[in-house]
């Protein structure tokens, strides 16, 4: 498998799929292209991407061009990785947080981009504070319920794609006690911030600063 992805520093939707390859433990390519050049855009073209976007996966002959899409594929071809929870309950609550992450939050992402080396505090619009108190919400809500140490228990894909949020939220200084945590959803924020998966990504994304 070969998957071509944007610079680490800041390519949020190349991480999550990037995290669950690496959960694996399978071997794959990873193929990075430079992004904010001006031959950014045909060396994506260039590597495949229908979409004109990264992340892409390449499987044999397959090319899936979404990072959610790449995630289920895995999970559809390594069952016995359980990327997925097998409870069914489960499973169907972490996907509905995925979803929310993939299609949500714009404000977050306009204002808070990713970016790995970035510290600093800024005055966040009224839409972000309230993108972060559902953030929160969310989080606590599925942390009370399975009781971690991850959103719905075992690490899943769901904290595959709330992991660059946890990167946002130290980037800029956001403490989520200002937004309705008593505790539980920073401490899952630092977790997802100390796994080694996400280490080894964030080692080479700022070796290259």
Known sequence: MEI????KLWSSWSMRPWLVLKRLGEPFIETL??????????EIRAAGSPSGKVPILKDGGLVIWDSLAICEHLADRHPK?????ADPDRRSLAKAAAAEMHAG????RGECPM???LRHDVE??????ADIRRIVALWNSLLGKFG????????????AFYTPVATRFRSYGVSLTDFGDQGAAGAYAQRLLETP?????EKDALASV
């Open 81 to 85: 990785a359980k990327l997925w929870p």
């Open 105 to 108: 939050f714009a404000s977050l």
């Open 148 to 159: 971690g140490p991850f959103l719905v228990g075992e690490w899943s894909i769901a904290d």
């Open 33 to 42: 292209v430079r992004l904010r050049t001006e031959g950014t855009e045909a």
């Open 4 to 7: 071509v992805i944007g610079d």
């Open 115 to 117: 970016d790995l080396s």
């Open 197 to 201: 998966e996400y280490l080894a990504w």
């Open 124 to 129: 966040l619009s009224e839409a972000t504070h």
